[in-house]
């Protein structure tokens, strides 16, 4: 098995080898953001309750997002670590990798299901809920906080799924927990009377589904690299955590944007207007989740390419991968711009049907998505250097871009109304594009060119 996997990444049209890997990552992560979105979808449309429950559950996207990001400190820490060995031809060092990790991730998520649930009250009010949201915004909370062990598992091990070069695989874990999901959502929301404690109920069902579909594969015969028990090591655990820092520190820096967005809403706009511009804010959220999501899965799907060519002292491989793969990034951000701008309340009306709310979520989806078609250049170039261990480069790119988004996020409502905070999201896309770009052409080829230089 082991031997087929390099044939596939070292030797293949690498056209071919991008798009294999791409596509069924990208469209798995597209099938994930239903788990938010389906549960958003019914939640919104309960009847008299719906819009100020959907504001409720929007407060809890940011815990979501954070206890999520264990899952990529460790899965997309320990993925390209495995992909450069598996390059190197170090099978038993990668083996050792994926033991550590699926330790790590056990702990990790044990130790966060506790933490988080202890402090859940306080962090519901310091994320933007209301008296009126709040309740909502617990029931919710509450029961998804329970099935943590499932989401960290099912996300971050699904990683050393596709770094093997099962991309299919890892999109079926994904669409399992999905279409779970969409089935049972209106069982347990509105056939059993249990409203948005319900969504959550039928979310941590789907979690355990791809969790137990990730493990019974990795601990099976077919993947080359397979979940052992033994090998730990704190030096393992540190070089996996040194290299998932940077996908973590993203991931849980968007949660500070999205936490002083709500914050920020809430407090020029009030409790009245505060909590309809934070239902806006929930919708418009939901689709960028359609935008960066797949756009991610492009991104990190092939990171193994990248990864594995490093290794193998492959930099004109390296080169022809970033190219096809900001192609595809840009093929696809250039579609999900055009649909933003010319028909985003076919998206909004599929929460609520309130005029008032579909021309307030309109309005604000075609500002925040003006700098979307930028983000392909921006995801290439930080997962790319991601992808190949180069943490330091890709932390600092992401986090100029978001440095930018929080400045803004103060600025705009105290100097031109809280009306307008949604144009934060295309300044931060714009700025952050042109310094990535710009550090690109500075850096990328002189690492690429002392490969060379080692390799001859």
Not at 136 to 149: D, K, M, P, Q, R
Request: overall charge positive; proline content about 3%.
């Amino acid at each position: 098995m082991a031997t087929g996997i390099r044939n596939t990444l070292d030797t293949d049209n690498m056209g071919g080898l991008v798009w294999r890997l791409a596509f069924p990552s990208m469209l798995a992560q597209f099938v994930s953001v239903l788990y938010s979105i389906v549960d958003r979808m019914y939640i919104g449309n309960i009847p008299e309750i719906g819009e100020v429950a959907l504001a409720g559950v929007g407060v809890c996207g940011p815990i979501v997002t954070l206890v999520s990001s264990a899952a990529f400190l460790v899965g997309i820490g320990g993925a390209p670590l495995v992909s450069i060995r598996m390059g190197q031809k170090n099978y038993r060092s990668a083996e050792a990798i994926l033991a550590n990790c699926f330790l790590m991730l056990t702990v990790i998520s044990l130790g966060l299901t506790v933490v988080s649930l202890l402090m859940k009250q306080h962090l519901l009010m310091w994320f933007g809920a209301s008296e009126v949201t709040y309740v909502y915004a617990n029931e919710y909370i509450t029961v998804y906080l329970l099935g943590t062990f499932f989401a960290l598992m099912s996300t971050g091990m699904n990683q050393f799924i596709i770094c093997q070069g099962f991309a299919k695989t890892g999109m079926l874990s994904v669409m399992v927990g999905a279409v779970c999901n969409i089935i049972l959502d209106p069982v347990f929301i509105f056939l059993l009377g249990m409203g948005v404690r319900g969504a959550a109920v039928a979310t941590v069902i789907s979690q355990m589904a791809s969790c137990l579909f990730v493990l019974s594969f990795l601990f099976g015969k077919k993947p080359g690299i397979r979940i052992t028990f033994g090998k730990y090591h704190w030096f393992i655990m540190k070089r996996v955590m040194l290299v998932g820092l940077t996908p973590f520190l993203i991931v849980a820096f968007d949660n500070v944007l999205i936490i002083s967005l709500n914050a920020v809403i809430q407090k020029y706009g009030g409790e009245g207007q505060g909590d309809v511009l934070l239902t806006c804010a929930t919708i418009l959220q939901s689709f960028m989740l359609i935008v960066t999501m797949p756009l991610s899965g492009i991104t990190t799907g092939t990171q193994t390419i990248l990864g594995f060519n490093y290794g193998a002292k492959r930099p004109d491989r390296i080169i022809r991968a970033e190219k096809y793969i900001f192609l595809m990034c840009l093929v696809f951000t250039s579609i999900m711009f055009a649909i933003a701008q010319t028909v985003p309340e076919i998206f909004v009306k599929i929460f609520t049907q309130d005029e008032k709310y579909v021309s307030l979520t309109v309005d604000a989806i075609r500002v925040y998505t003006l700098g979307v078609i930028p983000l392909a250049a921006q995801y290439t170039i930080v997962d790319g250097f991601t992808g190949m261990g180069i943490s330091s480069v890709a932390i600092s790119l992401s986090t100029f871009r978001k440095t930018i988004f929080l400045v803004c996020v103060f600025l705009i409502p105290p100097l031109v109304g809280v009306e307008h905070v949604f144009y934060t999201e295309p300044i931060s896309d714009f700025l952050g594009a042109i310094c990535s770009v710009t550090v690109f052409c500075l850096l990328f080829k002189k690492i690429i060119g002392y490969k060379k230089e080692s390799a001859s």
